[in-house]
């Protein structure tokens, strides 16, 4: 089977003969796999973590090494605005039973002012969308807690500013609910807090489609949960996280977030 490799456009990709390299679409997608409850789209993206570790031709374990977070201090771009941890490559991985797996842990001495740890990955040097995209993923969080930041988001891809962003899962802490948001720049935006899914400990497929005149619409479960009108244009990196909430107690045991597959469509 040739393999999907990025082009110069990230937003684009090429086939080329396979050569153990970058492969855009993972060979474990079902074949002719659509959005939950949509058709017509051509997956352009995907990981199913179906393998024995993670892919770091696709992935990165930390932010990218811009500016405006190396300025972070402490952790630079380990860390993010307002997350009480800072991100480990050990933290993200994969658990053989076709799962990403993000882990916190405390860990007070590495970045002191940082009381933990913790799992991400963004897919800036391989992939990014555009408008006319869908993006869907399928996660878990077995046990909530009050400090528990987890999210699956995406954000701008072409400069070293935030944003552009549009949050397709983020949960606070315990809930109910979650967030499915937009921001245009930090005065222009659409935040919405969803009262759904009803049970948050369960697996759901979480989704956006970013329509080709900037605007979004919102899935929960292959249904639409909430349309927001703020267009936004350019592209965007794809990134999976269980961050730290600041003046939060520890749980006793570590939280993870799960995640069965990430794609994305055009």
Same mark, same amino acid.
């Given at each position: 089977?040739?393999?999907?490799?990025?082009?110069?456009?990230?937003?684009?990709?090429?086939?080329?003969?396979?050569?153990?390299? @970058?492969?855009?679409?993972?060979?474990?997608?079902?074949?002719?796999?659509?959005?939950?409850?949509?058709?017509?789209?051509?997956?352009?993206?995907?990981?199913?973590?179906?393998?024995?570790?993670?892919?770091?031709?696709?992935?990165?374990?930390?932010?990218?090494?811009? #500016?405006?977070?190396?300025?972070?201090?402490?952790?630079?771009?380990?860390?993010?605005?307002? !997350?009480?941890?800072?991100?480990?490559? *050990?933290?993200?991985?994969?658990?053989?039973?076709?799962? @990403?797996?993000?882990?916190?842990?405390?860990?007070?001495?590495?970045?002191?002012?940082?009381?933990?740890?913790?799992?991400?990955?963004?897919?800036?040097?391989?992939?990014?969308?555009?408008? $006319?995209?869908?993006?869907?993923?399928? +996660?878990?969080?077995?046990? @909530?807690?009050? =400090? =528990?930041? #987890?999210? $699956?988001?995406?954000? !701008?891809? *072409?400069?070293?500013?935030? #944003?552009?962003?549009?949050?397709?899962?983020?949960?606070?802490?315990?809930?109910?609910? +979650?967030?499915? !948001?937009?921001?245009?720049?930090?005065?222009?935006?659409?935040?919405?807090?969803?009262?759904?899914?009803?049970?948050?400990?369960?697996?759901?497929?979480?989704?956006?489609?970013?329509?080709?005149?900037?605007?979004?619409?919102?899935?929960?479960?292959?249904?639409?949960?909430?349309?927001?009108?703020? *267009? =936004?244009?350019?592209?965007?990196?794809? =990134?999976?996280?269980? *961050?730290?909430?600041?003046?939060?107690?520890?749980?006793?045991?570590?939280?993870?977030?799960?995640?069965?597959?990430?794609?994305?469509?055009?």
């Amino acid at each position: 089977m040739p393999a999907v490799t990025a082009s110069t456009r990230r937003d684009r990709f090429t086939v080329e003969p396979a050569s153990g390299g @970058l492969q855009l679409v993972d060979p474990s997608s079902p074949a002719g796999v659509q959005p939950s409850g949509l058709m017509g789209w051509s997956l352009a993206f995907s990981d199913e973590f179906n393998g024995s570790s993670l892919d770091r031709l696709k992935w990165d374990t930390v932010y990218p090494a811009w #500016p405006r977070f190396l300025a972070q201090s402490p952790g630079g771009n380990r860390t993010n605005t307002d !997350n009480a941890n800072y991100y480990s490559d *050990a933290l993200a991985t994969v658990d053989g039973s076709s799962n @990403l797996v993000l882990t916190m842990a405390q860990d007070s001495t590495t970045y002191p002012g940082l009381s933990y740890k913790s799992g991400m990955v963004q897919s800036l040097k391989s992939f990014t969308t555009s408008p $006319g995209s869908f993006v869907e993923m399928r +996660i878990q969080v077995p046990v @909530l807690s009050n =400090i =528990i930041w #987890p999210a $699956g988001w995406e954000s !701008n891809a *072409a400069t070293d500013q935030w #944003p552009p962003e549009t949050d397709i899962f983020e949960l606070f802490g315990m809930g109910p609910g +979650i967030e499915q !948001n937009v921001y245009v720049t930090t005065s222009d935006k659409d935040t919405v807090h969803v009262n759904a899914p009803s049970s948050l400990t369960s697996w759901h497929t979480y989704g956006a489609w970013w329509k080709s005149d900037g605007t979004t619409v919102f899935y929960i479960d292959g249904a639409v949960s909430r349309t927001s009108s703020k *267009a =936004i244009g350019g592209s965007q990196y794809l =990134i999976l996280n269980l *961050a730290a909430r600041t003046g939060q107690s520890w749980p006793g045991a570590n939280p993870t977030m799960l995640v069965d597959y990430i794609r994305s469509w055009r």
